[in-house]
Each structure stands twice: as C-alpha cells, then as structure tokens.
Nanobody, 122 residues
C-alpha cells in the first residue's frame, strides 16, 4: 500500500499561480497522477508521471498551463494562469501495476491521498 499526502492548496485570484506537492511513502508506484474533482462532478484527469521512464501525460483541460514534475516518491503540480474553472479538490493518486496504455481514469489508480482544495476567484 502507498500513503499519499498532498499539500499546497489555497485561495488565489484568476491569473495567479499555485504549486501542489504530493509525498508518497510505502510501496513503489509505477504511475503517480493528479486528479481533480469539482463539486457535483466526477474525477477529472489532470496528468500522470511514469515513475520509471519519467514520461508525463496531461489532461486536455490543463495542457499548456499546468506542469508536472517529480522524483522517486514525490509529485509536483505547478499551476499557472489559473481560472475559476480550475476550482476543485486536487488529489494525488498512485498505481502500482504496469499498463500498456497511459492510465487516465480514476478507476485505474488504487491509492489516493485525501486531497487539497484549490479555489480560484474571478
């Protein structure tokens, strides 16, 4: 099992930036990812990092504005040009199994953090 702890959320104004961090302990993961969930909506894929190859894939809604980086047991999310539509609870997730395709759905990740709230005001 993997324990994931997110940090760095907060309240910002539109156009500002925010950086989230996730620290993992326990079993080594193959993928570490960021998802977000707005009230009344399902989990939305933000991006994922393959922990062995370093490959990073992004969700369409954040591509070009958000940047993922990380190390062996950490995952960072740099969020620039934030919009009110980015308001959500942001979750760090981990997957321990290899996959032939990049895992982009919440169901493909077995370990989750408790989340950190990001609120963007207009």
């Amino acid at each position: 099992q993997v324990q994931l702890v997110e940090s760095g959320g907060g309240l910002v104004q539109a156009g500002e930036s925010l950086r989230l961090s996730c620290a993992a302990t326990g079993r080594t993961s193959v993928y570490m990812a960021w998802f977000r969930q707005a009230p009344g909506k399902t989990h939305e894929f933000v991006g994922t990092r393959h922990q062995i190859t370093g490959r990073i894939d992004y969700g369409k809604a954040v591509k070009g504005r958000f940047t993922i980086s990380g190390g062996d047991a950490t995952l960072e999310l740099q969020m620039n040009s934030l919009r009110p539509g980015d308001t959500a609870m942001y979750y760090c997730a981990a997957r321990s199994r290899w996959s032939s395709e990049v895992p982009t759905t919440a169901a493909e990740y077995g370990d989750w953090g408790r989340g950190t709230q990001v609120t963007v005001s207009a």
